[in-house]
C-alpha cells in the first residue's frame, strides 16, 4: 500500500517562496506524482505533475515560471518549490501518485492521497 506524507506548509508573505515535500513509502519508483490544491469553497485543481523518472513534467498555467517539480527516486520524496507567492496561492496542497504517465493532471486519475499541508500567503 503506497503512504503518502506531504509536509513544508506554512504562512508566508506575498512573493515569498516554500518548498513542500511529499515523502512516499510502498512501491513507488513506478508512480507518477501530482501536486494539487483546494481553497475554500472552490475546487481541487491540479498544479503540477511529474513522471516516476522525472524527465517529465507539467504545470498549471497559473504557476508556471514560480513552482518548480521535482522528485529524488533515492529518497522516496517528491518536491514543489514555490516561488513568487501570491494570496491565490492560499490552498490546502495535496501530493498524489497514479501508475503510468499523462501530462493531464486529472484527480481521478490519482488512486492514492496525501493528507495534506495548509499554504497561506498573506501579509
Known amino acids: 500500500q503506497l503512504q503518502l506524507v506531504e509536509s513544508g506548509g506554512g504562512l508566508v508573505q506575498p512573493g515569498g517562496s516554500l518548498r513542500l515535500s511529499c515523502v512516499a513509502s510502498?512501491?513507488?519508483?513506478?508512480?507518477?506524482i501530482g501536486w494539487f490544491r483546494q481553497a475554500p469553497g472552490k475546487e481541487r485543481e491540479g498544479v503540477s505533475c511529474?513522471?516516476?523518472?522525472?524527465?517529465?513534467?507539467n504545470y498549471a498555467d497559473s504557476v508556471k515560471g514560480r513552482f518548480t517539480i521535482s522528485r529524488d527516486n533515492a529518497k522516496n520524496t517528491v518536491y514543489l518549490q514555490m516561488n513568487s507567492l501570491k494570496p491565490e496561492d492560499t490552498a490546502v496542497y495535496y501530493c498524489?501518485?497514479?501508475?503510468?504517465?499523462?501530462?493531464?493532471?486529472?484527480?481521478?486519475?490519482?488512486?492514492?492521497w496525501g493528507q495534506g499541508t495548509q499554504v497561506t500567503v498573506s501579509t
Open positions: 510502498g512501491f513507488t519508483l513506478t508512480y507518477a
Open positions: 498524489a501518485a497514479k501508475i503510468g504517465w499523462n501530462n493531464a493532471m486529472y484527480s481521478r486519475e490519482y488512486a492514492y
Open positions: 511529474i513522471s516516476s523518472s522525472g524527465g517529465q513534467t
